[in-house]
């Protein structure tokens, strides 16, 4: 079997209101329970497994790579409540990139981790 991506943790404050509002933002299927973990499954089967902690969240990035159609639905659930941005390092607030002659916009999630949507993955065409 080659090897993939099966699933990552990610560091909450509050697990289930973090997996809730990752499957809300993106689109996708409610959390599930799975021992002390609230699972988010994308698409290709690659989960994010919330698992509540306590004190500092060193803040992570996840982007999530998607079709046109879909970003544009996540991408009016984002600008209806959030804050975005069209570069990682926030400097372009309100705007979305177009590298690679696709669609990029960044986010934060409720425990600061920095999250992406793109259609196009980064060196994948020309910009």
């Known amino acids: 079997m080659p090897v993939q991506l099966n699933h990552t943790i990610v560091a909450a ?3 289930v209101t973090s997996a ?18 609230m699972v988010v499954t994308t ?3 690659v989960s994010l497994d ?7 969240i ?8 998607v079709a046109e159609e879909e970003f544009d639905e996540i991408f009016d659930r984002i600008s209806a409540e959030l804050p975005y941005w069209a570069d990682p390092g926030r400097s372009r607030p ?9 669609r990029g916009v960044y986010f934060q999630d409720p425990n ?12 994948s065409g020309n910009g």
């Open 13 to 15: 404050r509050d697990h």
């Open 58 to 65: 060193n803040s992570q990035h996840y982007a999530f790579l």
């Open 94 to 102: 309100g705007e979305i990139n177009r590298r690679d002659g696709g």
């Open 112 to 123: 600061g981790h920095l999250l992406e949507i793109l259609t196009r993955p980064y060196g």
């Open 20 to 37: 809730e509002f990752l499957a809300r933002i993106l689109g996708l299927a409610p959390p599930r329970a799975f021992a002390h973990f």
């Open 50 to 56: 919330y698992r509540a902690v306590e004190g500092e």
């Open 43 to 45: 698409a290709n089967d």
